[in-house]
């Protein structure tokens, strides 16, 4: 059974190898949308847009998976030396990809590491922040379809949110990439069970007349800020979380060995132009 539905930005495909499972579906599904509403930067009422408007004048409390995504968040900027940084939404803002909910240009906008807990669901800032987890939200909505499919006794299938594919049960699943110079040609990979796998690439930006470049955190100038992007950059790992937001450290480092994978259980697949 398969159901496909537009949530993420993107379209999410649920397919279970049980054929009545529209209702555990449909829970998957729920969760998903639940990801979306919480951290959603596009949605000024989400969550995230509270955080990033109020986290510096109080403390506020957030809900489990927020503060979930937040800490895992943390752990990643620590350990890939800053190049995961969910940080830079006003970057983004001042490069056109997000819109602007707040007037970011009166405040000394800080980072990730300016977020502190003051217990398990309460936050606070040092200064204000601007964050965007569009590049781990997905893979962790991806996990949490999982879970609600698993909790409904589906016994295996997988999930796919745009790039982001998570295969669950006895089942393993040949997967495919996109060559990037011929998107319509996939190139075998191997296959996968129990796991994960995340892809960052920018196959149709000419076609889309998009810019190719990906936001460095690390950057201490403008010139310096926008790298080129090509190739296509893959990472597995057990949850799809990980895998989501270690894409980003490979395309930034092109380090198929970079320090933090091992800690994550990751292995990386660049392929380039």
Known sequence: MRRCKPLLGTYVEISIEDQNGD?????????????QQLMSFHDSQSELSMINARVHCKSIRIHPWTARILRIAQDLHTHSGGLFNCGIGHRLIAAGLLPSHIDISSYDIG???????????RVSSIRPICLDLGGIAKGFAVDEAVKALIA????GGTVNAG???RVFGNQPQTIYLRNPQLPRHLI????LSNGA???????FSKRDQQGSYIINP???TSAGMYRQFSGSYSVLAKECVYADALTKVLALSRQQHHPCFARYGARAIEITL
């Not at 209702?23 to 990801?35: H, L, M, T």
């Not at 590491?113 to 003051?118: A, G, K, Q, R, V």
């Open 23 to 35: 209702k555990a579906i449909q829970y998957a599904f729920d969760q998903i949308e639940k990801v």
């Open 111 to 121: 980072g990730i590491e300016d977020l502190y807990f003051i217990d398990h669901d």
């Open 152 to 155: 409904e006794g589906v016994s």
């Open 163 to 165: 790039g982001d594919l």
């Open 188 to 191: 075998e990979v191997g296959s």
């Open 197 to 203: 796998i995340a892809t960052s690439a920018l196959y």
């Open 218 to 220: 690390l950057a201490q």
